[in-house]
């Protein structure tokens, strides 16, 4: 699976949209992309995942640049809820095992 | 709705012991995941069931390490005579059947493993 690269910390204000960026330069075409996020303490939650359209879902939207090599999630509008690690992982659609990196620590300010 | 559920979460015990940790997956999934995340690390993928078939193991698994999923339903991950390398949370996940596995994966919420 192709390799991510996230920062490791974003701030945001509550109510702003958060904007998590992840770069996957050289992802190959039949690789999808997800995002978990994980909450301290608990296990992470799938938030969404995509192949090469935009793709949006009630927790958040993902945008994938048409030549796929990188991708970003947007919180629409982020709460202290979601304060938490977010997970980009790439995957072929063969391949059983999610690869996690260290992830962006999101910060959500009041 | 009922997710996956990881019993116990917490597990303290001493260096020697044996324990296991029990994962009962959403309902209907066939595919069972295991795997083990350090403090500041993400997840590392520990091994795969499809139904009662243990098809992968990483070499993360040890000899120590066993994992059952007797009928395809809940499955068990035994660590024998633990050491305190092995102190780190065990996840579980699961996922439904599909098309290649591009369903996506939901853990529980783990089992916490301190070894003293």
């Known amino acids: 699976d192709a390799k991510t690269t996230q920062p490791p910390s974003m701030d945001c204000a509550e109510g702003r949209a958060a904007n998590l960026p992840c770069n996957h330069s050289t992802i190959s075409g039949n690789e999808y992309v997800y995002w978990y996020r994980q909450i301290h303490s608990q296990g992470p939650q799938y938030i969404i995942h995509?192949?090469?359209n935009n793709e949006t879902n009630e927790m958040a939207s993902l945008i994938i640049t048409e030549d796929r090599k990188s991708s970003t999630l947007i919180l629409p509008h982020a709460t202290l809820r979601d304060t938490a690690v977010y997970y980009c992982i790439v995957r072929e659609g063969s391949n059983y095992k999610l690869t996690f990196g260290k992830g962006t620590l999101l910060t959500v300010n009041p | 709705d009922t997710g996956v559920s990881q019993n116990p979460r917490h597990k303290i015990t001493k260096r020697g012991q044996n324990v296991t940790f029990r994962c009962d997956p959403i309902s209907e999934h066939n595919r069972l995941y295991w795997y083990r995340q350090t403090l500041g690390q993400g997840p590392e993928f520990l091994t795969y069931?499809?139904?009662?078939?243990?098809?992968?193991k990483s070499r993360l698994l040890s000899d120590r390490f066993s994992a059952e999923r007797p009928k395809g339903s809940f499955s068990t991950l035994e660590i024998q005579r633990t050491e305190q390398g092995d102190s780190a949370m065990y996840l579980c996940?699961?996922?439904?059947?599909?098309?290649?596995?591009?369903?996506?994966?939901?853990f529980g919420d783990g089992t916490r493993l301190s070894i003293l």
């Open positions: 996940a699961s996922s439904n059947r599909g098309e290649g596995f591009n369903q996506p994966q939901h």
């Open positions: 995509g192949l090469k």
């Open positions: 069931f499809q139904n009662e078939a243990q098809l992968e």
